[in-house]
T-cell receptor, first 115, second 113 residues
């Protein structure tokens, strides 16, 4: 079975631009979470979605938004990019949005560089 | 609010020697605890987790961690490390009823041949 798939793997954007990152969860998983990992730091929670509804939001500005589609895939959108948005963006999926039923599986991430 | 402290940013260890990576957490409620490993240019892989029950948990590749509630710690240990264990290790906590993971800043484990 395929794991969590993220696309693209790398991209470079200019300050002020908009970016969309995509995540396909493991088949059967209904929850997706997004994390931002700045170089040299641990991942920071951005969003969690379960059954297409937002279940949690981290301490990120409104420039960050996300959604989950009927097939449970997800998009993370970031507007008005800043240099500080440069990071590895990780997507994680789980069956039911909890750590108990198998927990979360992470994808390999999208490396975003803002110049 | 929950938080995680990994005091050691880098740990160099000789091959076949034992290692301990330290993790302390802070939370006002009951928690789940995790160790993740990140190899260069890759995502996170779950190494082991404590949800309930026995306070000593083990991974399939020889790592173990013990949940110590009184000391709010969840240190990771391995009796004999290998070159392939070279990676970044992240401790994480999640509070009951709140599924978000809060990560520490990571410990880079370097194995010296």
């Amino acid at each position: 079975d395929a794991g969590v798939t993220q696309s693209p793997t790398h991209l470079i954007k200019t300050r002020g631009q908009h970016v969309t990152l995509r995540c396909s969860p493991i088949s059967g998983h209904k929850s997706v979470s997004w994390y931002q990992q700045v170089l040299g730091q641990g991942p920071q929670f951005i969003f969690q979605y379960y059954e297409k509804e937002e279940r949690g939001r981290g301490n990120f500005p409104d420039r960050f938004s996300a959604r989950q589609f009927p097939n449970y895939s997800s998009e993370l959108n970031v507007n008005a990019l800043l240099l500080g948005d440069s990071a590895l963006y990780l997507c994680a999926s789980s069956f039911d949005g909890t750590h108990v039923m198998g927990g979360y599986t992470f994808g390999s991430g999208t490396r975003l560089t803002v110049v | 609010a929950q938080s995680v402290t990994q005091l050691d940013s880098q740990v160099p260890v000789f091959e076949e020697a034992p290692v301990e990576l330290r993790c302390n957490y802070s939370s006002s409620v009951s928690v789940y605890l995790f160790w993740y490993v990140q190899y260069p240019n890759q995502g996170l892989q779950l190494l082991l987790k404590y949800l309930s029950g026995s306070t000593l948990v083990e991974s399939i590749n020889g790592f173990e961690a013990e949940f110590n509630k009184s000391q709010t710690s969840f240190h990771l240990r391995k009796p004999s490390v290998h070159i392939s264990d070279t990676a970044e290790y992240f401790c994480a906590v999640s509070e009951f009823g709140n599924e978000k993971l809060t990560f520490g800043t990571g410990t880079r484990l370097t194995i010296i041949p």
